[in-house]
Every structure is written in C-alpha cells, then in structure tokens.
C-alpha cells in the first residue's frame, strides 16, 4: 500500500483535502457533529414503567428535565444525525470566529463522512474526520478476528486513500476508545493504532476508561502500551482529562509523559447520574487549566467541548459549539489568563497535534 506519508507531512488532513496548518484557526479537538450512541450504551435503557416511556420519548423541551440528567437514559438523545441541525450549531461556532472542528466519531458510532463534507462545504470551516475504533460495545463482530496489522491497515487506508469507497481521508486517529479495566480487543486496538500512526505520522486521540482510584493508573497503562506499540506520545491525546484524573499531582505526572491534556467536556458538570463520575464546573476546569499552565505544560493543553448528546445542542437548549468562545474565554481572561495563552490552547496546540509528522 502507498502509505503518502510524506504527502501529508507538515499539513493537515480535513474531509475537503490537505490544508495549511495556518488555515486551521480557531480549532476544538474533540466534537461529534454526527454520532449514534444508542447501541454502544443500551445498558443505560430504564426498565420501569415511567422512564421507559421517558427512554423513547423525543429531546424536546417538555422532558428536558429530565434528558438533562439522565443523558443516556433516553435513545433520542444519544443520536445526532440531522444534517440540517448540524449545519446550524455548527455555523453557530463559525459565527463566533471558529476556523476548524474535528469530529472524532468512528465507524460503528455513526460517523458520516459524506455529510461532513458537505457541512464543511455549507459552513465554510475546515472539519477534520476520525479514524480508528471506539469501545469494545461497539466494536464489529469480526473485532476478535482481526489482528494488529490488520487494524493498523484499515486506519492507514481510511488515512491514505478514503473511507469506504469515496475519496474522503481522515485526519486524526480517534478517537481510540478504552474501557477500565481495557478490554483484549481495545489493546489489539490501541496496538494498532500506534502502527499507524507510526507509517503515517498522523496525530492520534485516546479515550481513557475510568478507573476512580487512582485516574492515573488508566492512562499510565495506555501510554505504556502505546510507547511500546511505537507510538508517538508527544503527538498522542489523552481525552476527558477533567472526569479521569481529579488529582492535581496526578495530571502533572501524565503531562511528564509528553502528552497532549484534553479538557473537553466544557459545558457539562456536576455529575453522571449512571456512572457516578463527578465533573467540575467549568470555573473549576480553567482553575486546574491555570495550575498546569503555572506548572509549566501550557504547550500540551487542549479544549473542546466534546458535545455528542442532542441536549448539549442549542437548537434544544444546550450550550452549543460556541461555548468555549461565548462563555468560556471570557472567564478565563477575568481569571488573569493572557491574550497569548489563550491562543495556545485556541489555535496553537490544535495546529501542533493536528499537523502530520
């Protein structure tokens, strides 16, 4: 196969071709504008009478108290497909002085390259595409048959010549889904995934299971398997940083690995009704932002918003992509954050990882 590694080195790969790194702007690491959840997290499907109905009801206003906080307790919300909706957030993000979004969802959790394309093309941003395999409960059913190489060819073909049988490529590796503890077939993956990252110099995203004592010990594992797999860990991601790891003394001994610290879940705190995880606010998030800016990893920060549910979407009265730019950035410099900083982790580190080595 004729990998192009050398094509792509030094720019970046959107669903419309290459592009300058320059071109990038404004960029979130980690979103889903097309995304299917609702086979990967049918263990959430209430089982009384009264919250079943609520499980196959519409998002609408009239039962938004109660998707707000049982957001994968009701099968409509955890479907993000409409293209027309999609065009619309996503122009909320342009508006707003937004260049690029990257869209993170994979093959069996309803990615959408066509519809990308055509989003980017009516919207005007550039939209980076994900490759690469999600948790075990949706992998394919031929997961188990599949080895290493096999993975690692099926993310260099998506990377090097196109999805299925059009001519559009991914950008990123990701994002690669782990579970706590990892799943035989999520190791394969992560395995994989570092092969190809090494033939293709593509960056490469990872979504950490939670093990809640300690946060670290989860990702510590999946960059040790990725390191001896060959992957770069100074282009590699370690995504929802802000729900995996709560110790500060924690996050910094991840950053010492090299690796880019994603908070992206800007938007969404207190805490998950089902998996009882806590999340903070988002005051909280740019507090611990400011801690590892102070500690010196300003350059391996990211955030985004990672917005995959209907209820986090304005049109159903949800924040929206442009949260970060409308709320968030404006707290962070009301907390002493600089112009410069603030550049970093809106246009220089996305520019950084997004970049094919």
Excluded at 56 to 75: G, K, M
Excluded at 112 to 130: D, E, H, K, W, Y
Aim: glycine residues 8%.
């Amino acid at each position: 196969m004729d990998r192009g590694a050398g094509e792509r080195a030094g720019k970046v790969q959107t669903v419309l071709g290459m592009i300058s790194p320059d071109s990038l702007g404004i960029t979130l690491p980690h979103e889903h504008l097309f995304i299917d959840c609702s086979q990967t997290l049918q263990d959430h499907k209430p089982t009384n009478a009264s919250e079943l109905t609520l499980y196959y009801e519409p998002v609408e206003l009239q039962n938004l108290w109660w998707v707000t906080y049982h957001p994968i307790s009701n099968r409509d919300n955890l479907i993000l497909q409409n293209e027309e909706i999609a065009v619309k957030e996503a122009s909320f993000f342009r508006q707003a002085g937004g260049g690029t979004i990257v869209d993170v969802s994979s093959a069996s959790i309803g990615r959408n390259p066509q519809a990308l394309v055509r989003l980017s093309q009516a919207t005007g941003l550039n939209i980076v595409m994900g490759s690469g395999f999600y948790i075990a409960p949706s992998h394919p059913d031929i997961m188990g048959r599949l080895t290493e190489e096999e993975i690692c060819e099926e993310i260099v073909r998506e990377i090097t010549v196109g999805i299925g049988n059009t001519p559009i490529r991914a950008g990123i590796i990701g994002e690669m889904g782990c579970s706590w503890p990892l799943n035989e077939n999520e190791r394969k993956a992560l395995r994989g995934a570092a092969q190809a990252q090494r033939l293709t110099g593509a960056p490469l995203s990872i979504h950490p299971g939670r093990n809640p004592n300690p946060g670290i010990r989860t990702c510590l594992e999946l960059i040790d398997i990725l390191s001896k797999a060959g992957a770069d860990i100074s282009h590699t991601t370690v995504c929802h940083i802000e729900r995996t790891i709560i110790d500060h003394e924690e996050r910094c001994k991840l950053a010492e690995t090299g690796c880019y610290l994603e908070y992206d879940i800007f938007g969404w705190e207190g805490y998950h009704n089902v998996l009882t995880v806590d999340l903070p606010n988002d005051s909280y998030r740019i507090n611990q932002i400011i801690d590892l800016i102070d500690r010196g990893y300003i350059d391996q920060i990211l955030i985004s918003q990672d917005i995959c549910w209907k209820h986090r979407l304005r049109s159903y009265g949800g924040h929206g992509y442009d949260h970060i730019l409308r709320n968030v950035i404006p707290v962070m410099r009301a907390k002493g954050m600089s112009e410069e900083q603030l550049h970093a982790l809106l246009v220089r580190n996305p520019k950084r990882l997004l970049t094919f080595q």
